[in-house]
């Protein structure tokens, strides 16, 4: 069985909302507010959820992370925390973790 995700087609103008779409269209794309974040890949790529398409993708996918969906999940810019279990904004970053989330830069 295919152990990655489908991602789908872009659907980050969709907000909030659940990312399931069975037919990877609009007309069968859930209407539920996602609750979950999920981070499918190491390189970024993450959808958000459902309470009960999240069961069913943490079943049935690989993925690297996951958490509860926050004011900033899924917005531009905004930063996925391993750490701390949220999306945030760089500025936002307590210091004692500004360094630990960081990407490699040199
Ligand atoms: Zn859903
Ligand atoms: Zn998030």
Known sequence: MQPFAPLGRDVAHRGQKCGHSPADSAATDCTADATWHILWTADGDAGLACDPHAAVARQRFVFV????VGPDCNMPGAW???????????????TEHATAAQPATA
């Open 65 to 68: 992370d996951f958490h509860r």
């Open 80 to 94: 996925w925390d391993h750490d701390r279990r949220r999306c945030l904004y760089p500025d936002e970053k307590p």
